[in-house]
C-alpha cells in the first residue's frame, strides 16, 4: 500500500498593512474629492468676485432731447373751450429731465377772457409742459391789442415792447424783464432798465434807470426819472 504524500503545506498570505489600504481608500475616493475641492473653489471665487452696479439703478437723465417737431403749430384750449394760446415756432425740441419746450423763432399769440390779445415774437424761447410760463430771449416784439369795438380790429398796439429778454406768465397775465426794455404806449416811449406789467390788476412797474419821452399837441416833451 503506497503511502500518501503529505499535503503541502500553504504559506499563510500576509495580512495587509493598514497604510496600504488607506492607500487604496484615498485612491478610490479621490476623484470625488476633487471634485469637492473644485466646487468649493467655484463657490469661493463666485462669492468673492466683485460684483457690478446693479443694471436697473437708473442713471440720471441727460439734457437731450426725446422728440423734436418743425415748422409746427401748437393751441392751448381754457377750461371753456376757447383758445387761448396759439404757438408757432421753425423748431421744437422737449427736453425730459426738465420737462420743458425749446423753440425757435416763436410767434405766440395769447387770448385774454376779456377779449384783448397778445402777439409776441423772438428768436429763441423756453417752456414749460403746458406752455403757460414762456421765456423770451433775442429781438423780442411783445404788441398787446384791445378788444375789437363795433366788430373793427385795431390797425394800431395798444402796448408795445422790445428788448432782449421777457418772461410772459400766460394764466397770469403778466410780463416782467429783468434787462433793459423799451415799451411804447400812445404818444408814450419808456426806456426802462427793468418792467413788470400786469393786465388783471392794469398795473404796470419800473425799476433802475428810467427815462420816458412825453408826446404833447404839437411839440414833444421829455421827462427823465430815476428810482
Known sequence: MATLAPPPSGRARPSQSWLWRLQQLVSNYLPLLLMAMLASGTWWLVKHTPVPEEATQALPPR??????????????????????ARIEGAALRHY?????????????????????????????????????????????????????????????????????????????????SHLPVQLRHGGTTVQAASFEYDH??????????????????GAQKKAKATP
Not at 393751441?75 to 373751450?81: F, I, K, P, S, T
Not at 388783471?200 to 399837441?217: D, E, H, K, V
Open 63 to 84: 439734457h437731450e432731447p426725446d422728440y423734436q417737431m418743425r415748422n409746427f403749430e401748437l393751441q392751448r384750449m381754457g377750461g371753456d373751450g376757447r383758445l387761448r
Open 96 to 176: 425730459p429731465d426738465t420737462d420743458t419746450l425749446e423753440i425757435d423763432q416763436i410767434h405766440l399769440r395769447s387770448y385774454s377772457a376779456d377779449g384783448s390779445w397778445v402777439l409776441a415774437r423772438a428768436r429763441r424761447a423756453v417752456a414749460n409742459a403746458d406752455a403757460s410760463e414762456i421765456q423770451l430771449y433775442g429781438d423780442v416784439e411783445v404788441k398787446r391789442y384791445e378788444a375789437p369795438k363795433d366788430g373793427a380790429a385795431p390797425s394800431e398796439a395798444k402796448l408795445d415792447i422790445r428788448g432782449e429778454f421777457l418772461q410772459a406768465f400766460v394764466n397770469r397775465e403778466q410780463l416782467r
Open 200 to 217: 388783471l390788476n392794469a398795473r404796470l412797474s419800473f425799476q433802475g434807470r428810467t427815462a420816458a419821452s412825453l408826446a404833447a399837441p
